[in-house]
């Protein structure tokens, strides 16, 4: 089973960029699609991003595509999301997890203790 620490968040102005990291244990985590999601405060949690085993399919939520790239470094068993032109609604704690399919309504595991993005000015 793959286990996940989050990282990289922080507090950035609108229009700023952030790039978190989740590094992942377990030799399997080449085998798995992996996503990130995100928590806002009083809301429920949303599927941000996610791409496969190879990092060759990516696909992003409606409300970041443009802005954010997912990527992976298999060799480092790391996914990353750079976020760029941030908006204070990006702000919330985010969460990655291996995942069965694009939109990951079905998720793999449990969720870390994820990283918190506070976009504001």
């Known amino acids: 089973q793959v286990q996940v620490v989050e990282s990289g968040g922080g507090l950035v102005q609108p229009g700023g960029s952030l790039r978190l990291s989740c590094a992942a244990s377990?030799?399997?985590?080449?085998?798995?699609?992996m996503a990130w999601f995100r928590q806002a405060p009083g809301k429920e949690r949303e599927f941000v991003a996610s791409?496969?085993?190879?990092?060759?399919?990516?696909y992003y939520a409606d409300s970041v595509k443009g802005r954010f790239t997912i990527s992976r470094d298999n060799a480092k068993n790391t996914v990353y999301l750079q976020m760029n032109s941030l908006k204070p609604e990006d702000t919330a704690v985010y969460y990655c997890?291996?995942?069965?399919?694009?939109?990951?309504?079905?998720?793999?595991?449990?969720w870390g203790q994820g990283t918190q993005v506070t976009v504001s000015s």
């Open positions: 377990g030799r399997t985590f080449s085998s798995y699609r």
């Open positions: 791409i496969s085993k190879s990092g060759g399919s990516t």
């Open positions: 997890k291996p995942v069965l399919d694009d939109t990951g309504r079905t998720s793999i595991g449990s």
